[in-house]
């Protein structure tokens, strides 16, 4: 009898330090490190850390490529920390054009709402899958694939696309080759492009040297 009663005792101190963690609200105040950000106190978490209402409002398309992504990752949706999951939503003006872009860190779905978007990307064996959608469509990006939208009607295009990531980070190809200070030299090296191009796209999009 006592046995029974010293291993239901003990059963009962046991889970109440097994609960499991339901979620990991981040902390904004630390460093993101691999695995996002540490955790807030769960005693000052509110509803507001699981509710973003950024998503509503166009974003500003007065910009080079007549578009814009406005993220609700991690750092700006830190009830997302920690679950594997990321939205933004992206406004293309007529005209407009994400361009070739890699998110490292997570696979994108995308789903139109408004317009008609051209979409595709660039498998590693270098095949390429792209396609005009319209309202109601869905399509898949791979994680780290390069790949693009282009606004395909001549009205505005509006989309919502979600991630495998908290933090699947965006790197615009043209940027990273032409808006830094690398060496034109260097760059029409591992571009095969010439130098008149090259100096041609750093004036543009910002790059130096
Ligand atoms: C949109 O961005 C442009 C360029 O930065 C700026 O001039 C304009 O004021 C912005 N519009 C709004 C509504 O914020």
Do not use: W
């Not at 101190?13 to 807030?40: M, N, R, W």
Request: aromatic share 10%; glycine share 12%; net charge neutral.
């Amino acid at each position: 009898m006592y046995h029974i009663i010293f291993f239901l005792l003990q059963l009962l101190i046991f889970s109440s330090h097994a609960a499991v963690q339901d979620f990991c609200v981040g902390d904004l105040t630390g460093p993101e490190g691999p695995a996002g950000y540490s955790c807030k106190k769960p005693a000052t978490v509110t509803v507001d850390d699981f509710v973003f209402s950024g998503l509503g409002m166009p974003g500003n398309t007065t910009n080079i490529i007549k578009a814009a992504v406005t993220p609700a990752f991690s750092a700006q949706f830190p009830g997302v920390n920690g679950l594997g999951i990321s939205i933004a939503r992206l406004d293309l003006a007529a005209g407009g054009v994400v361009p070739l872009h890699t998110h490292p860190g997570g696979s994108e779905v995308l789903v139109v709402v408004q317009g008609y978007i051209l979409a595709g990307f660039i498998s590693s064996a270098n095949s390429v899958y792209y396609k005009i959608l319209k309202k109601g469509d869905v399509m898949i990006f791979p994680q780290g694939l390069l790949h693009f939208q282009i606004n395909a009607g001549g009205i505005p295009a509006v989309a919502f696309v979600s991630f495998s990531s908290p933090s699947p980070g965006l790197q615009i190809t043209a940027f990273a080759l032409f808006a830094n200070n690398l060496p034109s030299v260097l760059v029409e090296k591992t571009t095969f492009l010439d130098d008149a191009q090259v100096k041609k796209l750093k004036a543009v999009l910002g790059g130096t040297g």
